[in-house]
T-cell receptor, first 109, second 114 residues
């Protein structure tokens, strides 16, 4: 079945630094979504990418969808303590949504 | 207020005792889904529903049943729970218009099966 791999599993970041989390699918995706889950909370939608090569920005967050629609990345610049949480990518194919295992981010002040 | 509600939020039960976790949304969404979340495995889709009376298996459907008799409700049924179904469960809903839109998640149900 469809698999979505996400790396790294953990990211420890110094406040102010940048980091990137990567998502790779074994199959071509219709679209990819990104979610953020704060500790003890539920996943909250961040963004959806649909087109090949698409790049979208939300303030310090940059999302990219690969040309082959099999991979995606989330890059966060100037990390803040509010960025703490787990970031998930989710790929859609044939009405089924497959989530990556997530990247859990901790921030050193 | 647009929301997805789940009940109960916490449940401790014993092996083999049938249980139902309810899920309801007030946004008139077509697509509803159940996920389980386990450490290191992310969210895995159990079942999803494209609309009333239309349901299909996700990646981990074994041991679960669902029904979609009304658009707003999508209950998850465990006919004979086992300890390996101890997990955090999320229900989610979204619009579906020639493509899937953002999913709205419920607050989660933490289930322990002893």
């Amino acid at each position: 079945g469809q698999q979505v791999m996400q790396i790294p599993q953990y990211q420890h970041v110094q406040e102010g630094e940048d980091f990137t989390t990567y998502c790779n699918s074994s199959t071509t995706l219709s679209n990819i979504q990104w979610y953020k889950q704060r500790p003890g909370g539920h996943p909250v939608f961040l963004i959806q990418l649909v087109k090949s090569g698409e790049v979208k920005k939300q303030k310090r967050l940059t999302f990219q969808f690969g040309e082959a629609k099999k991979n995606s990345s989330l890059h966060i610049t100037a990390t803040q303590t509010t960025d703490v949480g787990t970031y998930f990518c989710a790929g859609l194919r044939d009405y089924k949504l497959s989530f990556g295992a997530g990247t859990t981010v901790t921030v050193r002040a | 207020e647009a929301q997805v509600t789940q009940n109960p939020r916490y449940l401790i039960t014993v092996t083999g005792k049938k249980l139902t976790v309810t899920c309801s949304q007030n946004m008139n969404h077509e697509y509803m889904s159940w996920y389980r979340q386990d450490p290191g495995l992310g969210l895995r889709q159990i079942y999803y529903s494209m609309n009333v009376e239309v349901t299909d298996k996700g990646d981990v459907p074994e041991g679960y049943k669902v029904s979609r008799k009304e658009k707003r409700n999508f209950p998850l049924i465990l006919e004979s729970p086992s300890p390996n179904q101890t997990s955090l469960y999320f229900c989610a809903s979204s619009l579906y218009r020639e493509g899937l839109y953002e999913q709205y998640f419920g607050p989660g149900t933490r289930l322990t099966v002893t």
